[in-house]
């Protein structure tokens, strides 16, 4: 029974590779492993791809909150300067009122520092007139000795 179930197998076997069917079987095998293959290989770079996919998303985000975050400090710096912008007119006004004090006082200094050079320098004329005059007396009471020093003689 075993020798006939055997050769009907056999049999079986010759009939099918000569009618083509195992060789259609074997080809519908090679193309089923083949496209799992593929896919197989499609989930591959899939996930391969998934990480650099989520640091791109994860840069992207970060950049969009930095954009946010830029955008809120210039928004913020601009509401700060408005805010300020009546004390720095004040400030401004203060710093040039003082500037302009300190240059009246410079040059009340300066006419002062004049007046006082004009003064010295003409008292230093007076003295030197004076020690000229004094000078020219000393010379002329010498001159006028010297005749009635020889008149003694």
């Known amino acids: ?9 056999k049999a ?6 000569l009618s083509g069917y195992e060789e259609r079987r074997i080809r519908s095998y090679r193309l089923q492993l083949q496209t799992r293959l593929q896919q197989a290989q499609e ?6 791809k998934i990480p ?10 970060m950049v969009e909150e930095m954009q946010a975050l830029n955008k ?3 928004d913020t710096e601009a509401t700060i300067e408005e ?3 009546p004390i720095d007119k004040e400030a ?4 040039k009122v003082q500037l302009e004090g300190e240059e009246k006082t410079m040059k009340e200094m300066m006419k ?3 007046k006082q050079a004009l003064l010295e320098q003409a008292e230093a004329e007076k003295v030197a007139n004076m020690q000229n005059a004094e000078a020219k007396q000393h010379i002329q009471d010498k001159a006028s000795s010297t005749p009635s020093q020889a008149e003694l003689r």
Do not use: N, P, T
């Open 1 to 9: 029974m075993d020798k006939l179930r055997e050769f009907g197998r």
């Open 12 to 17: 079986m076997f010759y009939v099918r590779v």
């Open 43 to 48: 989930r591959k770079a899939a996930l391969r």
């Open 52 to 61: 650099e996919q989520v640091i791109l998303s994860e840069v992207r985000r």
């Open 72 to 74: 809120k400090l210039e």
């Open 83 to 85: 805010y300020f912008k």
């Open 92 to 95: 401004e006004f203060i710093m």
């Open 112 to 114: 002062a520092m004049q």
